[in-house]
């Protein structure tokens, strides 16, 4: 790849990308020779003699010996159908660059005049909309000189964090024949993909915490995943839940040293990931703070069909909004099996948040009657409720309430918990 230079010079740049090669492709896709000749349902005719096939597979062997292009359609292994030839094939443009990828090219300065240039000093940088990074310079240690036809080769190497347009800025300033100095800068411009999207959805249940991850690939090739890690914040720790209920912590060495790369689709493949979030109830309060819902980073390493690797970072992912109450009710037990129109019990925990004594207090279900309307229903006892499931499946616990006896005032409800509702 060249970029565009102004005015005469006797220096010019040349820059390679130094990727993973691609396959050859032989386009004149290969064929059995039978398939032309006697078609695909040869071999269904029961009539066929097993003599008459040797015949004419000895008729070929002779035919084949008198022509030799013969064999340019003969199918001598079944690999020759993928049209493969056997070699490689260097990247010729710069091709598509993505995010989590490392940017490697081997760049060439040439000297195309008939004079000899000195005292070169070389410059490659990396500018994007953020930020200019330089990536070699010899301004310290100028190459004494470069002769006609000759020229001065090296690699630059740079991660690519940002998406967007980057600009590859090659400088060079030199002495020509003539004893002037002149400068000289090259531009070479990509653009910086995005290759996956990652889609994240937290669920409470009970005392556990469910984020599912889904993964989709934006590339045109496949992507290999060596690792999709999730590295929670404390105080929780997390739980990669498998499809084959085979359950692992997420930091298990062992699972990530054995455990085959997850394959993703090109061109919009999806996979989905599912974790399980706990949390100690002896330090449940550091979560209590106003904002602290943050739940950790997802890790995601991969790989496309020949090895080139790439690596990116999730930003924090957020669980439910935990707001600061001055009394919080929370379901501290739920049973095991809920069944459908039975009574199951809930134990509840009140927790002062305030310097004062508040109370006395008392929890009540708000249920709409049959005009619409709300009604409270008194609970007896603040530790204890008493709940009936009307319908089964995934159902929620709400609408319960705390209420100040003495100052009158009605504090925020019971969030939303899910429950199942067995039928029976």
Known sequence: MSGGQGGSHSL??????????????????????????????????????????????????QSKEKETYWRRFELENPLDAMGLSGLLVLPQTFGAIYLGETFCSYVSVGNHSNYEVRDVVIKAEMQTERQRLVLSDTSKSPVESIRAGGRYDFIIEHDIKELGAHTLVCMAVYTDADGERKHLPQFFKFVVANPLSVRTKVRSVKESTFLEAC?????????????????????????????DGDNSEVDSKIRDIFKAPDLIRANGGIRNYLYQLRQPSVDSRLLEVEGSNSL???????????????????????????????????????????????????????????????????????????????RAIVVHGLWTLSLIATSFGVQKISGIVVYDLREKRLYDSLASVEVFVNPE
């Not at 004149?28 to 078609?39: E, S, W, Y």
């Not at 019990?345 to 927790?351: D, S, T």
């Open 12 to 61: 010019a740049f040349r820059v390679m990308r130094l990727c993973r090669p691609s396959f050859q492709i032989d386009h004149p896709l290969r064929c059995d020779p039978f398939d032309l000749m006697l078609g695909e349902d040869f071999f269904d005719d029961d009539l066929q003699s097993p003599t008459a096939l040797s015949s004419l597979l000895a008729e070929d062997d």
């Open 215 to 243: 993964i989709e690939n934006h590339t045109k090739s496949h992507l290999y995943m060596d690792q999709v890690q999730f590295e929670p914040v404390q105080p929780w720790t997390a739980t990669a839940l498998s499809d």
């Open 296 to 374: 950790g980073k997802i890790q995601l390493t991969w790989r496309t069909n020949l090895g080139e690797p790439g690596r990116l970072q999730t930003l924090q992912i957020l669980g439910n909004s935990i707001p600061h109450k001055e009394v919080d009710l929370q379901i501290v037990q739920l049973p095991p099996h809920i069944i459908l129109e039975r009574p199951f019990l809930v134990q509840a925990r009140l927790r002062n948040h305030t310097e004062k004594r508040i109370g006395p207090l008392e929890i009540s279900l708000s249920q709409e009657d049959e005009h619409g309307g709300k």
